[in-house]
T-cell receptor, first 113, second 114 residues
């Protein structure tokens, strides 16, 4: 039951450029989270945005949420080679009477030095 | 704090064998989950627990068992391994019910079933 779908599936940019990843979902959500996964490692939480919020910032990260379009975007400014990773959105919503967190398939970001 | 730890890091099984993937956390989190990650599929929830003695099924529970006798530990048992269970398994914990807050992930166990 995939909820979030990231776009693009893969993104390659030069160091110093900005990277934008998008996430679309289908049903009402309580919050949306973004995670990063370096190759061969576990996921690391980046940021959580609640359904009543429109924008959040954390360092070089900016997340927006448009509940009317059921979409979110993650912007990484002034990218670095160390930002190379896969990025996943995860949506929290009530399913079958309980709250569940459902992950998308991810965007693979490559930042070239 | 060690956070969330998982053992083993790698495992190769033959079809029909059983094994237990270990997961432990030292953050006193009530909520723990097991996910599997397959290429092009994202993470899918296998089982989760909202506290010691309480577990429930996720999206893909068939072929797996869990128990939660302590707050710290949440082992995942494969009763009779099948090639379809070849995957990377992640354990996660949180101080919030699933989805309400940040989840902390372990480093994963890469399982191959021949």
């Amino acid at each position: 039951s995939q909820q979030g779908e990231e776009d693009p599936q893969a993104l390659s940019i030069q160091e110093g450029e900005n990277a934008t990843m998008n996430c679309s979902y289908k049903t009402s959500i309580n919050n949306l989270q973004w995670y990063r996964q370096n190759s061969g490692r576990g996921l690391v939480h980046l940021i959580l945005i609640r359904s009543n919020e429109r924008e959040k910032h954390s360092g070089r990260l900016r997340v927006t949420l448009d509940t009317s379009k059921k979409s979110s975007s993650l912007l990484i400014t002034a990218s670095r080679a160390a930002d190379t990773a896969s990025y996943f959105c995860a949506t929290s919503s009530y399913q079958g009477g309980s709250e569940k967190l459902v992950f998308g398939k991810g965007t693979k970001l490559t930042v070239n030095p | 704090n060690a956070g969330v730890t998982q053992t083993p890091k790698f495992q190769v099984l033959k079809t029909g064998q059983s094994m237990t993937l270990q997961c432990a956390q030292d953050m006193n989190h009530e909520y723990m989950s097991w996910y599997r990650q397959d290429p092009g599929m994202g993470l899918r929830l296998i089982h989760y627990s909202v506290g010691a003695g309480i577990t429930d099924q996720g999206e893909v529970p068939n072929g797996y068992n869990v128990s939660r006798s302590t707050t710290e530990d949440f082992p995942l048992r494969l009763l009779s391994a099948a090639p379809s269970q070849t995957s990377v398994y992640f354990c996660a914990s949180s101080s919030w019910p699933s989805g309400r807050g940040e989840q902390f992930f372990g480093p994963g166990t890469r399982l191959t079933v021949l």
